[in-house]
């Protein structure tokens, strides 16, 4: 059984937006606080030094709550300390050093140096950014643009080169007739099962967004339709209209032939 769930513009308020993963949170968090620190000591000259205090005081404040974020985050990793079965990992020891770090970093903040805190803070980021990248994959079909020395590398592969024999590649038909066929097939079948029907048209949609992106479109407004209480016909009208047009439209003066 596949369950195939497409947003629709009807049910996007239904949405649940998903959490990121606790890492990148810290790092996101992290980085909205080294940009304010950032900002902070730009502008150290033109506050007063009551005002640079109070507002380095309270980014100590949100550091300290990244830095029990952060052994929030190794407890939940590592488990109960009581536990067995409780170990400690590469990421939670990398984790200890980026608390250490907050808490210099946090002590600086208090005493009203964000300049001197803004290098530890640096170093949290790099920290944070290896371990959220350090077990993600990333797809391959986009190599990163590199500058190449054409003069330097020409004639330098080793990679044998062979002529073979060039053959003919298979031309495509016209997809059309068999778009028609399925969307008959689904006619057909909601004359017996509507819901079945609705189904079958919503996999022929996701199929077709790959090969065909305007009859998909065309497909998902007849779902839409068929929602709505609209006849299977009816709605599937539009579809076979781009799947088959029909003539053209001339302007001008034409010379008809007589009538025999």
Known sequence: ???????????????????????DSMWISQRLLNMKT?????????????ALARRSDDYSLIQE????????VISEIEGD????ASTTTAVTRRLRQVAELMVTAR??????EPGTALTFMRRILRMLDELRLANRYFIRGHPRPMAVNLERIRLTGTDPVHRGVRTRGKAEGDAAPAWSLRLDRVVELGRRNPDQARDSLTVIRVEAARSAPAIATAIGIAVERVGRGVPLDSALAPVRRSLNPGGWLETGSFDWAPLP
């Open 65 to 72: 709550t990244l830095r029990q974020h952060t052994l929030t």
């Open 1 to 23: 059984t596949r369950t195939l769930r497409i947003a629709e513009p009807v049910d996007s308020s239904e949405a649940v937006a998903v959490p990121p993963p606790p890492i």
């Open 81 to 84: 300390p009581d536990d067995p």
């Open 38 to 50: 950032d900002s902070l000591v730009q502008s150290r000259r033109a506050l007063p030094a009551t």
């Open 107 to 112: 002590t600086h903040l208090a005493a009203a």
